[in-house]
């Protein structure tokens, strides 16, 4: 079935080109997924098209409208089923794998990306079911959060990747971070590829990217791992990392 995704935003063509390119082009292709833009520009009834609006309070920058976001987002809602809407956002849950996951459980998605100062706070009140955060930092529109969230949901659709197993492999799909990766040739600038990954040996190979991953995770994101969680296996093989790598 196709994932419908629809996006309220003042930059469509920005948006847009999110589906030009690589997975998401591909999953498009395929029928995995359709995009939806929708401007709210084109639900103004004024000469100017005005969009937003200066401040009740007074204050630096501009606040979108409340009206022509209302009735873009009420005509997006008409023409998907049951999505889910969300405004991307500073102040909303922070992205990571676990809610890229929720949000791709959905029946479809509304994304909305703000600009300016952002968003007439009554339009999140009454049309927003969730805000989503890239992280803890600021962006001057919601277009670059959009098509983020588009790129990591589409990734999660089977059927999406070429290789089935490549998403299974990714960083924190299984709470760790992802094993280093080689291609030819064997050698360049006196770097040569681990043994490991060249003998042919499955079970090796698999042990020794475990083990890498581990190690890594350990080093880079220790927050991500329990060594309390770690099967009897797992704890050897990042102990045996760490000696090797005198950490
Ligand atoms: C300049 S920002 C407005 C920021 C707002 N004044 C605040 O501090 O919460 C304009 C738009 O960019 C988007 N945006 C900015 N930072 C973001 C982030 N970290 N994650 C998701 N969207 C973001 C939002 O859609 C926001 O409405």
Redesign the pocket.
Known sequence: MTFKIDVVTLFPEMVETVIRHGVVRRAAEKGLVELGLWNPREYTEDRHNTVDDRPYGGGPGMVMKYKPLRDAVKDAKAAAHDAHVVY?????RKLDQEGVKELSAKKGLILI???????DERFIESEIDEEW???D??????EL?AMVVIDAVVRMFPGALGDAESAEQDSFMQGLLDCPHYTRPEEIDGMRVPDVLLGGNHQSIDEWRLKQALGRTWIRRPDLIKPEELDTKSKQLLQDYLSENNS
């Open positions: 991307l956002s500073p102040q909303g990306a703000g600009r300016y100062e952002g968003v955060s890239l992280g930092y600021v962006i001057s529109g919601g959060a």
